[in-house]
């Protein structure tokens, strides 16, 4: 099994900074892409922020200069800096990586956290 933990949510006001883990662990080969994903209560879920295995990075453009994804690969680990947190951040922050399980297979599956409450009061 691969399991994906979140931790680092929590309520905050705006303007507040937080800082979210993720740790991916069980039978693991290798880690393509880190992520982290939130999904607001009728909305659709989105990507916030990515990085590759080769360090290269993607944030929506509403974080922008806001929020800084790092990753630990040692760790299997990925990590999520929210600085100057708004009101409208608020959602459920899932932790995503894509993961081969074995190193004779190539096939690559998207792995999910629980998931993680990030609350920004105004």
């Known amino acids: 099994q691969v399991q994906l933990v979140e931790s680092g949510g929590g309520l905050v006001q705006a303007g507040d900074s937080l800082r979210l883990s993720c740790a991916a662990s069980g039978s693991i080969s290798s880690i393509n892409t880190m992520g982290w994903y939130r999904q607001a209560p009728g909305k659709q879920r989105e990507l916030v922020a990515d990085?590759?295995?080769?360090?290269?990075?993607q944030y929506v453009d509403s974080v922008k200069g806001r929020f800084t994804i790092s990753r630990d690969n040692a760790k299997n680990a990925v990590y999520l800096q929210m600085n100057s947190l708004k009101p409208e951040d608020t959602a459920v922050y899932y932790c995503?990586?894509?993961?081969?399980?074995?190193?004779?297979?190539?096939?690559?599956?998207?792995?999910w956290g629980q998931g993680t409450q990030v609350t920004v009061s105004s």
């Open positions: 990085i590759s295995s080769s360090g290269r990075i």
């Open positions: 995503n990586a894509r993961i081969s399980r074995y190193y004779y297979d190539p096939r690559r599956s998207d792995y």
